[in-house]
């Protein structure tokens, strides 16, 4: 009879995970960290199966600008070659077009009264190429959106204190090399203004924080057939769209998520750290607060979120200070859909997860200290099994530097080895 209540206890305790699995809340995992933190230009984005982020620290800094392989969970440095120095800055946005290139609005500083650097990265001859200029000074309100319906980058270009306060919604032909102005939706956007195409004809977008005292959800949606715009039901932070709010629509590569925007509302007002994470349901028009987001963002401007693989994965990209908990460089993941490989590590994590205070005492050179330190920071977890990604969680306990993580995960997962 024993026998027989623990298989029906182990019954329900695994329907209750599948049932967990299939939810639609984002359960965010860690992820290898990239090599940098925040800047004041920085984006990433997406191709379905790598990373790409760009970063300056300041307007002096040499670019930086690295590619993830989410298979591999291995970060490279890629080229920069074409790019002048202090290439990107506040309101950098990045848009892959899901063939060959990333294209980039290079964004300005508040002091940049008339920049328009436009640039795109082909993935193929690994170079950056100067196109043509936007046609609006750019600012911390530039979004960019790659739209398959009509294979043109859509764009807001400015913010609330460049060209007398004003924004431009302007499409790129890339056959033509050319922009058109479009309608506005609003006179201007600034921090956290996002844009998102999403599968027909029209595109997404968030207004931002264009007043730096009020709180602002503005949202609204464009009908590239009509080319039109229509407000929609504002994103419900009281806190308000701030610095690293971000939208993504991943349903070209996971279609049963298709009715569904992502959207992070970044920094507050305030300027306080973000953790919020909200859903849109485009057919009810109707949004969902989400789990939170494990570390925070703001401080920088700049989208945060992009999908590779099966994973959104959430970039911190925030300075690097006590405030910005977490180095200001956190990745973390997101399993969408059926979340297949979420077992494949479950005896080195449950091994991990199990070990007492002098189990961890075993590793050479872990003392008591950090041995209750790894015992408060159970239970761990990781997006995808991988010496990397079991290493990465080990490292965020405080005191485990590169050697010791690296013993800790030989210890109990050998097989990874
Ligand atoms: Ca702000």
Not at 12 to 24: F, H, K, M, N, Y
Not at 102 to 118: E, K, S
Not at 185 to 209: H, Q, V
Not at 222 to 235: F, G, M, Q, R, V
Request: proline residues 4%.
């Amino acid at each position: 009879m024993d026998g027989l209540f623990v298989v029906a206890s182990l019954l329900v305790i695994c329907l209750g995970l599948a049932a967990q699995g299939t939810s639609d809340s984002l359960a965010w995992q860690t992820a290898v960290s990239p090599p940098a933190s925040g800047g004041y230009g920085e984006g990433i984005v997406g191709t379905g199966s790598a990373l790409f982020i760009a970063r300056c620290l300041y307007a002096s800094s040499s670019p930086e600008f690295y590619r993830y392989e989410a298979s591999s969970e291995e970060w490279f440095v890629a080229s920069v070659a074409g790019l002048p120095d202090g290439a990107f800055r506040t309101g950098t946005a990045l848009a892959w077009d899901g063939s060959h290139y990333v294209y980039a609005l290079c964004g300005a500083r508040y002091g940049d009264t008339n920049r328009r650097d436009f640039f795109r990265f082909d993935a193929d001859s690994q170079e950056w190429l100067r196109l043509n200029d936007t046609p609006h000074a750019q600012g911390a309100g530039n979004a960019v959106t790659w739209s398959r319906y009509d294979h043109k980058l859509y764009a807001l270009i400015g913010s609330a204190k460049h060209s007398g306060g004003t924004s431009m919604f302007a499409a790129y032909d890339p056959a033509t090399d050319t922009w058109s102005e479009l309608q506005r939706p609003w006179i201007n956007t600034d921090d956290g203004a996002s844009l998102a195409w999403t599968g027909g004809k029209f595109i997404y977008a968030l207004r931002g924080e264009y007043n730096e005292m009020l709180p602002t959800g503005d949202f609204a949606r464009y009908d590239i057939a009509t080319e039109s715009w229509e407000d929609l039901s504002p994103l419900p932070d009281q806190e308000g769209v701030g610095d690293g709010g971000s939208l993504i629509w991943i349903g070209e590569w996971e279609p049963e998520r298709s009715d569904t925007l992502y959207a992070l509302s970044g920094g507050s007002v305030a300027e306080d750290p973000g953790y919020k994470v909200f859903t849109h349901s485009i057919s009810e028009g109707s949004w969902t607060q989400d789990s939170d987001i494990p570390c925070p963002v703001g401080f920088y401007v700049g989208n945060r979120l992009a999908y590779a693989e099966g994973r959104i994965y959430c970039w911190q990209g925030s300075p690097q200070s006590l405030r910005w908990e977490c180095s200001g460089r956190a990745l973390y993941a997101a399993e969408i859909g059926s979340g297949s490989s979420e077992d494949s590590c479950s005896e080195c994590l449950e091994r991990l997860n199990s070990a007492s205070k002098s189990q961890f005492e075993d590793v050479h050179g872990i003392g008591d200290v950090k041995a209750s330190a790894l015992v408060a920071a159970q239970p761990f977890s990781v997006a995808i099994c991988s010496a990397n990604s079991i290493e990465a969680a080990l490292d965020a306990v405080n005191g485990i530097g590169e050697t010791l993580r690296e013993r800790i995960a030989r210890y109990f997962c050998p097989e990874l080895y």
